[in-house]
C-alpha cells in the first residue's frame, strides 16, 4: 500500500506575491494609507478588551452591522469572511458540482480560475480583446451556449481598471439563471454598484473587501452581500470561526470613523486621478505606451513596449509594480511615489 497524492495537487504553484523590500510598492493595489495615530489608538483599546480566551462571534454581528451601516446593506444579509478571497474559495466550489461550467471574462483576477480547476470545475473563458471591453450580450451569449451555472467577475475590472455599468450588470443578472457572483473590490473608487440589488435577485452574490479603499489588507477582511436565501448557504458553509475576534475588533473601530473612511477613499482618488493624467502626458511623448486604458479603480493598467525588461528596470530603482503578460499595472501611490514612477518611465521609454 502507498499513499498516493491527487494529480491536481502535483502541479499546484505558490502564490508568491512580491516580499522583498522596495522603497515603493505599487504593486498590490494596496492603500498608500496607514492608520493615523488617533485611530490606531482607538484600535489598540479595542484590541485590548478581546477576549483571547473564547472563540469569536462566527457571524460577526456588530461588525456586520457597522460594514453594513456604512454601506447601507441590511446587516442580516452580509456574510463577512477571512478577506473576500475566502469567499471566492467558499462560493466558486460549493455552489458548484464537479463538471459544471463557470464563466468568467479574460484577464480578470486569478483566484476564480484557481479555486475552479481545484475543484473540477470547467471554466470558459471569454477572452477580451485588446480594448479589453466586453459587453453584457457577450457574456451573457457564452454562458448560454455553454450552459454555464456561475458567473464571476470583477467589476470595476483588476487587472484592466475598466468597468460594466449598472446597467449592464443588471442586465447580465436578469438574462441568466446562472448564480452572477460580482466582486466589487474596487466599487469604492467608481459608480455603478448593484449592492443595493441583492434582495431583488436570487441569483446575485456581491463581493466586497477592506483591503483596498479600507487600508486594512492586513486584518484580512471581505464580505458577501446576497439576498436571505443564499446568506442564508453562505452563513450554513463557512467554516465557524472564520474571521478572528481581533480582525472583528479592529473593523468595528474602523468603521466607527466614517469620515476617515471617507477621505481616505478621496486621497486615493485624487492619487489614481493625477497619476493617470501625468500617464496620459508621457504617452503623448513616449511611442513605447502602446495602450493606457481608463481608470475607474486604484491603479493604472497599460500595454507598454517591452514590458518585462521596464518592470525589471523598475525593481532595480527600488520601485516595485505588476507584471502581467505584456502589460503594466501601477498602484496609484503617495503623490512622491507616483513621481517617481512617472520620472522612471520617462527615463525609460522612448
Ligand atoms: C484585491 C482583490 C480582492 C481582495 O481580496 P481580499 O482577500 O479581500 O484581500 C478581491 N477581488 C479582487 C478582484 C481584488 O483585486
Known amino acids: 500500500m502507498a499513499y498516493t497524492i491527487p494529480e491536481k495537487l502535483k502541479k499546484l504553484e505558490i502564490y508568491e506575491p512580491v516580499t522583498e523590500a522596495y522603497d515603493i510598492r505599487l504593486d498590490a493595489n494596496e492603500s ?17 478588551q478581546v477576549e483571547f480566551n473564547r472563540y469569536p462571534d462566527p457571524f460577526a454581528v456588530k461588525l456586520c452591522e457597522k460594514f453594513g451601516h456604512f454601506f447601507q ?49 470547467r471554466v470558459e ?12 450580450e457577450d457574456i451573457l451569449k457564452r454562458a448560454e451556449e ?51 440589488v441583492i434582495e431583488k435577485y436570487n441569483n446575485l452574490i456581491v463581493l466586497k473587501t477592506c483591503s483596498k479603499a479600507l487600508g486594512l489588507a492586513a486584518i484580512r477582511l471581505g464580505f458577501a452581500a446576497a439576498g436571505r436565501e443564499l446568506t442564508d448557504i453562505l452563513h450554513a458553509l463557512k467554516s465557524p470561526y472564520n474571521v478572528n475576534s481581533l480582525t472583528q475588533a479592529v473593523g468595528c473601530a474602523i468603521l466607527d470613523h466614517p469620515d476617515y473612511i471617507k477621505n481616505c477613499i478621496r486621497s486615493i482618488r485624487k492619487s ?31 500595454k507598454v513596449k517591452d514590458a518585462a525588461l521596464v518592470f525589471e528596470e523598475m ?36
Not at 497619476?275 to 491603479?299: G, V
Not at 498602484?331 to 512617472?342: Q, Y
Open 315 to 350: 525593481k532595480k530603482k527600488s520601485i516595485s509594480i505588476r507584471y502581467m503578460n505584456g502589460y503594466l499595472r501601477v498602484t496609484a501611490g503617495r503623490k512622491m511615489e507616483n513621481d517617481a514612477v512617472i520620472r522612471v518611465l520617462d527615463e525609460l521609454l522612448r
Open 73 to 121: 446593506v441590511k446587516p442580516e444579509l452580509l456574510t463577512a469572511g477571512n478577506g473576500s478571497d475566502e469567499l471566492i474559495s467558499l462560493i466558486v466550489p460549493n455552489f458548484l458540482e464537479s463538471g459544471d461550467t463557470m464563466l468568467v471574462a479574460l484577464p480578470d483576477f486569478s483566484m476564480y480560475t484557481f479555486y475552479a480547476q481545484m475543484n473540477h470545475i
Open 272 to 302: 489614481r486621478d493625477e497619476l493617470y493624467q501625468e500617464l496620459l502626458e508621457l504617452k503623448d511623448r513616449k511611442a513605447d505606451i502602446l495602450n493606457l486604458y481608463p481608470t475607474t479603480t486604484n491603479f493604472i493598467f497599460m
Open 32 to 48: 498608500f494609507q496607514n492608520l493615523p495615530d488617533d485611530i490606531r489608538r482607538d484600535v489598540l483599546k479595542a484590541v485590548e
Open 146 to 196: 455553454k450552459n454555464a451555472r456561475l458567473l464571476i467577475f470583477s467589476n470595476p475590472c483588476n487587472p484592466t481598471s475598466l468597468k460594466l455599468s449598472r446597467d449592464d450588470i443588471i442586465k447580465i443578472i436578469e438574462g441568466t439563471d446562472a448564480l452572477v457572483i460580482v466582486d466589487e473590490a474596487y466599487m469604492d473608487f467608481a459608480e455603478g454598484s448593484v449592492l443595493d
Open 125 to 136: 473563458a471569454l477572452q477580451k480583446a485588446e480594448d479589453m471591453v466586453t459587453s453584457a
